[in-house]
C-alpha cells in the first residue's frame, strides 16, 4: 500500500500563488508517475500535472506557463508551484501515485477569489 498525504491548500487572491506539497510513505518501490489531478463541484476530475520518475513532465492546456511540478525522489515527495491562479482554478487538488495501480491522497481545497 501508498498512503500520500498533501498539504498547502488554501485561499488566495485572483494572481496569487500557492504550493501544494504531497508525501508519499508505505510500499513506495516502484512508484513510477506521480501527479496532480482536481475536481471541481459538479466536474469530473482532471489531470492538472505529471511527473515521470525520470522528469518528464505533462501539462494541462489550461495551467501550461502558470503552474510547475516537481518531484524530490529521494523526499518521495512532488510539489505544485501554483502561479497566476484564477477563479476556475478553484477545486479540490488530489495527489496520485502509479504502481500497477492509482493511489490518490485524500485532497487538499484550493480556492481562488475574485
Known amino acids: 500500500q501508498v498512503q500520500l498525504v498533501e498539504s498547502g491548500g488554501g485561499l488566495v487572491q485572483a494572481g496569487g500563488s500557492l504550493r501544494l506539497s504531497c508525501a508519499a510513505s508505505?510500499?513506495?518501490?516502484?512508484?513510477?508517475?506521480m501527479g496532480w489531478y482536481r475536481q471541481a463541484p459538479g466536474k469530473q476530475r482532471e489531470l492538472v500535472a505529471l511527473?515521470?520518475?525520470?522528469?518528464?513532465?505533462n501539462y494541462a492546456d489550461s495551467v501550461k506557463g502558470r503552474f510547475t511540478i516537481s518531484r524530490e525522489n529521494a523526499k518521495n515527495t512532488i510539489h505544485l508551484q501554483m502561479n497566476s491562479l484564477k477563479p476556475e482554478d478553484t477545486a479540490v487538488y488530489y495527489c496520485?501515485?502509479?504502481?500497477?495501480?492509482?493511489?490518490w491522497g485524500q485532497g487538499t481545497q484550493v480556492t481562488v477569489s475574485s
Open positions: 511527473i515521470t520518475r525520470d522528469g518528464w513532465t
Open positions: 508505505g510500499s513506495i518501490v516502484g512508484i513510477s508517475d
Open positions: 496520485n501515485a502509479r504502481k500497477r495501480m492509482d493511489y
